[in-house]
């Protein structure tokens, strides 16, 4: 999945960084990810940037991937392209919130 984030919290991840993903189609799941990209250039760039409050605007590229075993594991339920959000910690040694802890289908 590919999501973007400003500046401030795209410059805090580092490749591996764990991701939550949610889809749209069933809510009911949190997918664990990873991060697997960030763009070394910002997406979506104002036309000009001179003060800090236009590089705030600043918005990258972050792509999210799921373990290739555990899509193995639920191949049959996979789909390529449903929408959904991502949650990333920017602080890694913060807990993920209880909310957003991995639910599988069985």
């Known amino acids: 999945m590919n999501f973007f984030l400003p500046t401030a919290?795209?410059?805090?991840?580092a490749l591996g960084d764990e991701v939550r993903l949610i889809l749209d189609a069933a809510p009911e799941f949190v997918i664990p990810a990873r991060v697997s990209?960030?763009?070394?250039?910002a997406q979506f760039t104002p036309r000009t940037v001179e003060t800090e409050a236009?590089?705030?605007k600043l918005m990258f590229r972050i792509r999210a991937q799921i373990d290739p075993d555990l899509l193995?594991?639920?191949?049959?339920?996979?789909?390529?392209?449903?929408?959904?959000?991502?949650?990333?910690?920017i602080d890694p040694a913060a807990d993920w919130p209880p909310e957003l802890?991995?639910?599988l289908p069985q």
């Not at 919290?9 to 991840?13: I, M, T, Y």
């Not at 990209?37 to 250039?41: D, G, L, P, T, Y």
């Not at 594991?73 to 910690?89: E, I, S």
């Open 9 to 13: 919290q795209a410059g805090r991840l």
């Open 37 to 41: 990209f960030v763009a070394s250039v």
């Open 54 to 56: 236009e590089r705030e």
């Open 72 to 89: 193995r594991q639920h191949a049959a339920r996979v789909k390529t392209g449903l929408p959904g959000t991502a949650y990333v910690r």
């Open 101 to 103: 802890l991995p639910r």
